[in-house]
């Protein structure tokens, strides 16, 4: 089945820093890619959906200067965590899906960000 | 009131025992999906059905798209299939542009030996 394939699983970084979390499908062009964020015991939260060649469509209440997502080709989505803060400590996951809406999700196994 | 809500929130059971989750949504939906999420956080997805029935191995998911309701059962359960279970519903065909998926708050399954 589909692969979509994200790293790192885990960060530790200082507060103030960035950080980057890939996320890639492997065996199938990604027209859009969605990135979601996970509180312990909670559900995700879509954070932003991302297009490839266009900007992300951000969720209200996400700080688009803060999680910076970019979907340069068709097998690879970013998000970085600029200034991160020790609020910012979460599990990120993303997920990918080929062209259609409605077309099956694949997801990622999530990077788990601590902020010091 | 959470627009897809899933129950029991804890199940523990039996090895062997035969698990049913339930998930009941007050949208329309399109299609719905059954995830499954690993203690490590690694999300699966396990069916996408809009109608009917689908089997794959052990795993049996339903869904009643009238009673807007769906069942994910699980025969013969085992330690591994310890997790939480997610339904997520798409919205209708119509709302082409946002098809962003509405998640349940999640069924945390523990299959002891």
């Known amino acids: 089945g589909a692969v979509v394939s994200q790293h790192p699983s885990w960060v530790i970084c200082k507060s103030g820093t960035s950080v980057k979390i890939e996320c890639r499908s492997l065996?199938?062009?990604?027209?859009?890619m969605f990135w979601y964020r996970q509180f312990p015991k909670q559900s995700l939260m879509l954070m932003a959906t991302?297009?490839?060649?266009?900007?992300?469509?951000?969720e209200q209440g996400v700080e688009k200067d803060k999680f910076l997502i970019n979907h340069a080709s068709l097998t690879l989505s970013t998000l970085t965590v600029t200034s991160a803060h020790p609020e910012d400590s979460s599990f990120y996951i993303c997920?990918?899906?080929?062209?259609?809406?409605?077309?099956?999700?694949?997801f990622g196994n999530g990077t788990r960000l601590t902020v010091t | 009131k959470n627009e897809v809500e899933q129950s029991p929130q804890n199940l523990t059971a039996q090895e062997g025992e035969f698990i049913t989750i339930n998930c009941s949504y007050s949208?329309?939906?399109?299609?719905l999906h059954w995830l499954q999420q690993h203690p490590g956080g690694g999300i699966v997805s396990l069916f996408m059905?809009?109608?009917g029935k689908k089997k794959h191995g052990r795993l049996i998911a339903t869904i009643n798209i009238q009673e807007k309701h769906s069942s994910l059962h699980i025969t013969a359960s085992h330690p591994r299939d310890s997790a939480v279970y997610i339904c997520?519903?798409?919205?209708?065909?119509?709302?082409?542009?946002?098809?962003?998926?509405?998640f349940g708050t999640g069924t945390r399954l523990t299959i002891i030996p």
């Open positions: 065996d199938f062009q990604a027209t859009t």
């Open positions: 991302s297009n490839e060649g266009s900007k992300a469509t951000y």
């Open positions: 997520a519903v798409y919205p209708p065909i119509s709302n082409f542009g946002n098809e962003k998926l509405t």
């Open positions: 949208v329309g939906i399109s299609a």
């Open positions: 059905l809009s109608s």
């Open positions: 997920s990918a899906r080929y062209r259609t809406p409605w077309s099956p999700l694949h």
